[in-house]
């Protein structure tokens, strides 16, 4: 993403933040095999989302580093630590709201990178291209992973909630994909065409970003199927790659344990 640095600075980054949320996954994956239930896989997905989006993030901010701008070091960019983003608020409440109210993979996380320090219009858009480029990876070691581990066979019952719940959070990371690569402004589809804009109409595009996001969300939300478009799609990538169909279920009706 692409932005004025905010008013408010952020927490100064700390090395430890990003290590221990791995942690907690690890821990949560380890209680999920012990003791399976949809609590457990609620938690394990939503911790895995986060560090998604912290992956997801930390490429922009390589990426732009890499094109000249070193701005994103000393904002703590490249030290896995979410505090770090401009608006925790809009970065990692909100999609988590989407996520655990809609299991809508709603965009999140927002570094912003200093477009007029990196070297040219293509590395810009690299830069902004970067995010889905890492989600895609982590869908594919998602994908290849229960490839594998499905050809081993899986059967006791905490390994299948940890083998359905790895999936539902590969199919968020298609979900997250896709959503991404709109060329909606506010998301990084956007973002890769921006610097080939003519220079007057940026600035005019970039002050109503944030509505046109909150639009998409409504729109994702209350418009009778676009939410079905958008898992369709997900769906069909998610499948193209070998996620399991009937995992997929089983995870989504224990991600969703309330409604049950």
């Not at 996954?25 to 609620?42: C, K």
């Not at 505090?83 to 996520?99: F, I, K, M, N, T």
């Not at 083998?163 to 199919?171: I, S």
């Not at 402004?185 to 046109?212: H, M, N, S, T």
């Amino acid at each position: 993403m692409t932005e004025p640095t905010p008013a408010a600075p952020p927490p100064k980054p700390n090395p430890f933040v990003g290590p221990g949320i791995l942690l907690v996954w690890l821990a949560l994956g380890a209680w999920l095999i012990r003791q399976p239930s949809g609590a457990a896989v609620f938690a394990f997905v939503m911790v895995g989302w986060v560090l998604s989006v912290m992956v997801h993030e930390f490429s922009h901010a390589a990426v732009a580093w890499l094109g000249g701008d070193r701005t994103v070091t000393e904002k703590g960019y490249l030290s896995f630590d979410p505090r770090r983003y401009g608006d925790l608020g809009v970065s990692l409440v909100l999609p988590l709201l989407a996520l655990a109210m809609g299991g809508v993979g709603f965009p999140g996380g927002a570094v912003y990178i200093r477009n007029d320090l990196i070297r040219n219009r293509p590395w810009r858009a690299a830069a902004s291209l970067a995010g889905p480029a890492a989600t895609l990876i982590v869908l594919l070691a998602i994908a290849f992973g229960l490839s594998f581990w499905a050809g081993w066979g899986v059967r006791a019952p905490g390994p299948v909630a940890l083998f359905e719940a790895l999936t539902v959070l590969g199919f968020l990371q298609a979900m997250g994909l896709i959503l991404n690569l709109l060329p909606i402004p506010g998301l990084d589809g956007f973002g890769a065409i921006r610097p080939f804009l003519p220079a007057g109409l940026a600035p005019q595009i970039r002050k109503v970003e944030g509505l046109v996001m909150v639009g998409l969300l409504l729109v994702i939300f209350w418009v009778p199927g676009a939410s079905a478009v958008l898992f369709r799609a997900a769906a069909s990538l998610s499948l193209a790659l070998g996620l399991d169909l009937d995992a997929l279920q089983g995870g989504w009706r224990a991600f969703h344990f309330w409604q049950r």
